[in-house]
């Protein structure tokens, strides 16, 4: 154990748990827009995965890792777009079209990974990005600020979605009508678009949070996500429906899985358990939102589809 | 300034607005009056632009005018203050003013200007509010004002307040009217919804009466009275108030004493209460919803249990009983959601009366329903109580709500109860409906049930009891007699002062 309490890995644990909450935070932020505006899309894993392929396939193809964000990006809008027809205009039911959207990615981002690929390459990765002067700090520095650009971007995404939530004229009405659709539509609020707009936004992130993950890992295989996607839904709740809140819950998820990595490398886990340690994240995550979730009210309109006049 | 001419909308097998006209002047309140389901809401939903009509054209100030959302219809200086109050709980005073309005800030919000414009106007119309609270801080009378200020932010020249006073105190409905008379001074256009006579005959000056989605009459409020208005409404003349002899009271058959039943979101609805109703009575519980009554009669039945306090029938405590132990020491219960607690719309009408008998020996043979005998006692109750019902296997949804109601009555006084405790018995009730409950409620009085009716309408407590109590935060304010206190008295308890403060 007393490996495990040394400079060089509590560096490299909090740095890996950093870099692993980035998926999870785009794709929490993402789900997060959705759910305030009183929709819940439980796609996103399927959505992360399709941006994944896309991502890695891009880069695979022409070793450009911000077209292969791009990618990303293309992909998750669409699909974003396709849950916006499928919850708001069709009215289908959240809790199982979602479903649809997942298996869906599921499937046919391994079919395409076999039919282009087949046999896994490496690509290349995000480069790294030293912030000067901060990332001359000892130890914080080496955490904080040595990471790729993508890993900025994914916690500036933070404070902007706090802005937009909060801030702007589009936040309010999201809040409105998540919580009181037949109040904003009184108004001449348009809950149509308003969900539109969320659930494209939402399509973005997790789209970007499969690309980021792909060209972080520098590999695409069947499945890459592991369910991080249901996670990230699961944080949302973790995180009361706020940015800061998604933050800290992505943020213990990605440490406590860098402890368990950290412990499993340096063999103070023994191998025939690494499986049950491997639980530890998604088990830790939600005894966390057991406990923090209940004391916070979803947005009161949440899964439910609005109609005009009832 | 507003013109509606010929307008006619159907639904799925019904007309629900039937040629209408009806129009608008400036400074004047022009009120809508008819029963539920009459079509006074559909008309608003078409002025508003929540429902398109399907024949008929709306002018305003002369112009015609194509109406197809809320949108069209602010633009167009019409306003809406909806029953349901369209206001965003989590969401602050200002933000659900500015909600849908474009900012002069471009993307950001300007909370900062419309809070002050907010202030503004409520210190020309007297509608104070604090444009930094969010609303569910707020108490009922306080939303109202946002609603109203709402369209006064959006420069409303025509407002359409729908039953604004249902959920108000009687102090809280006079501060009302002053900021309505206000704008009507000031040359709005005002349209009342209500079906509450005396408020409609305060407030009005002009009254259209609906009925079955038809005009059945336009008069001034001159020379209107209340009973030419109910008759308007009805269709006949109708007694609105019941005839009654003084009661007997006999024993106490419900005491209550030291009642705490906790509320669903925590913390106590009902807090230490006392209450005694005695056999041959009708005891009346007055208050604005939401203030425990609810959660009394639920405890009564044994539907909800209470943190601590005794509750006996007729000697026996109930507290700890189940709801069918509760019933069978001689309670029946007339709940206030009567399609959610008190029938079952794809039951039959027979299925639905024999809800509370159906492990009775009489309507058994070996072990299996006698559907003989059950039928013959849906007859002989359908009958008695008037029940209108084209067959006695009728599906209970497809009954109108007046009817509903009676055949809940009538399945709950065949048991000849010890107790009956009935919450809003004839709310959405239409008035022939309402004016035969009140009748029967009496009956039962003097047939020596201990009857606790839980009202918020004014007109019936006073009309139907022998007693009033009033509810404010879960506590008894007061005990009144009806004979002799005023409205404004039961008001003033209904809004937290305590009898004695009141004389």
């Known amino acids: 154990m007393s490996d495990f309490f040394t400079e060089a890995v509590l560096i490299a644990t909090v740095a890996g748990g950093i870099r692993l909450a980035v998926p999870l935070l785009f794709a929490s932020l993402g789900e997060m827009f959705g759910q305030r505006s009183g ?71 391994d079919l395409l990974f076999q039919k282009w690929v087949g046999t896994p390459l490496p690509i290349k990765a995000f480069p790294k990005i030293n912030i000067p002067v901060l990332s001359d700090i000892p130890i914080i520095g080496e955490m904080l600020f040595r990471h790729s650009a993508v890993v900025y971007i994914a916690f500036a995404a933070v404070p902007l979605s706090m802005f937009i939530i909060n801030r702007t004229n589009f936040g309010m009405k999201i809040r409105a009508v998540g919580e009181n659709p037949e109040a904003a539509d009184s108004l001449g609020v348009s809950v149509t678009k308003v969900r539109y707009a969320t659930l494209i936004i939402g399509g973005l992130l997790a789209g970007v949070a499969g690309a980021a993950l792909a060209i972080d890992l520098k590999i695409f295989q069947q499945n890459l996500t592991n369910a991080a996607g249901f996670i990230a839904i699961a944080l949302v709740y973790f995180g009361a429906w706020r940015p800061l809140g998604v933050m800290g819950g992505a943020l213990l998820y990605g440490f406590v899985n860098s402890i368990v990595l950290q412990l499993k490398t340096l063999g103070i886990i023994p191998r025939s358990w690494s499986d049950i340690a491997a639980m530890a994240p998604a088990i830790v995550t939600i005894l966390a939102l057991v406990i923090v979730a209940q004391r916070f009210k979803p947005p009161a309109a949440l899964t439910k589809p609005f109609e005009r006049g009832r | 300034m507003l013109e509606m001419r010929g307008i006619t909308k159907r639904f799925p097998g019904v007309l629900a607005s039937d040629n209408v006209d009806f129009d608008v002047f400036p400074g004047e309140v022009h009120t809508l009056l008819g029963e539920n389901g009459a079509g006074k809401s559909t008309l608003m939903k078409i002025l508003y632009g929540l429902y398109e009509a399907d ?63 907010i202030v503004e ?7 104070h509010v604090d444009p930094s609270a969010p609303i569910w801080q707020m108490a009922v009378g306080e939303q109202q004002r946002v609603e109203i200020i709402k369209a006064l932010y959006r420069e409303a020249k025509l407002l359409i307040l729908d039953e604004p006073t ?40 002009r009254i259209t009466v609906l009925r079955h989605g038809k005009v059945t009459g336009s008069v001034p409020v001159e020379g209107a009275t209340r009973e030419s208005l109910a008759q308007m409404m009805v269709g006949r003349a109708v007694k609105l108030a019941p005839d009654k002899t003084e009661a007997k009271p006999g024993n106490v058959a419900l005491k209550i004493r030291g009642l705490r039943v906790a509320r669903d979101r925590g913390g106590d609805g009902v807090r230490d209460l006392d209450l005694d109703v005695h056999a041959g009575e009708i005891l009346g519980v007055a208050g604005v919803s939401g203030n425990g009554q609810m959660l009394l009669a639920e405890a009564i039945a044994g539907l909800r249990a209470p943190s601590a306090g005794s509750i006996e029938i007729a000697g026996t405590e109930v ?81 109108s709500g007046g009817n509903i109601q009676k055949m809940i009555i009538a399945r709950e006084l065949s048991g000849t109860p010890e107790v009956l405790v009935a919450a809003q018995p004839t709310r959405g009730v239409d008035i022939g409906a309402a004016e035969y409950i009140h009748t029967r409620l009496i009956k039962q009085r003097d047939e020596d049930t201990a009857i606790l009716m839980i009202s918020e309408d004014l007109d019936e407590v006073f009309g139907v009891s022998d007693r009033v109590a009033v509810m404010y935060e879960g506590q008894v304010m007061g005990i009144v007699d009806p004979r002799t206190a005023t409205r404004e008295e039961v008001g003033l308890m209904m809004a937290g002062v305590e009898q004695d403060e009141t004389a």
């Open chain 1, 39 to 109: 929709v819940l899309n439980l796609g996103v894993d399927g959505v992360m995965l399709l941006g994944a392929f896309g991502g890695y396939y891009a880069v695979l193809k022409t070793d450009n890792v911000w077209l292969g964000l791009l990618v990303g990006v293309a992909i998750g809008v669409v699909f974003g777009l396709i849950t916006a027809v499928m919850s708001v205009t069709l009215k289908a039911e959240q809790g199982i079209s979602g479903i649809g959207i997942y298996l869906f990615g599921l499937g046919f981002s």
């Open chain 2, 55 to 117: 024949e008929g054209e709306v002018r305003l100030h002369g112009e015609p005018l194509s109406i197809k959302n809320p949108t069209d219809a602010i633009t167009h200086g019409i306003g809406m203050i909806h029953q349901h109050f369209m206001l965003v709980p989590p969401l602050t005073v200002a933000e659900n003013v500015a909600l849908g309005l474009k900012s002069s800030r471009g993307v950001l919000t300007d909370l900062d200007a419309v809070s002050e414009r």
């Open chain 2, 121 to 127: 106007l409520g210190e020309t119309y007297g509608l």
């Open chain 2, 166 to 205: 249902a959920v108000l105190t009687p102090q809280e409905v006079d501060q009302l009217f002053v900021t309505l008379r206000q704008l009507k001074d000031d040359g709005c256009g005002l349209i009342f919804i209500s079906h509450k006579l005396h408020e409609v005959l305060a407030l009005s000056t």
């Open chain 2, 319 to 399: 507290v700890g009983m189940t709801p069918k132990q509760v019933r069978t020491t001689g309670l029946a219960y007339v709940p206030e959601k009567r399609m959610k607690d008190g029938a079952i719309g794809d039951f039959t009408v027979s299925e639905n009366i024999l809800l509370i008998d159906h492990n009775d020996e009489h309507y058994l043979n070996h072990g299996l329903f006698d559907f003989g005998a059950i039928k013959k006692h849906s007859r002989q109750l359908v009958d008695e109580y008037t029940v209108k019902t084209p067959t006695l296997d009728t599906p209970a949804r497809n009954l």
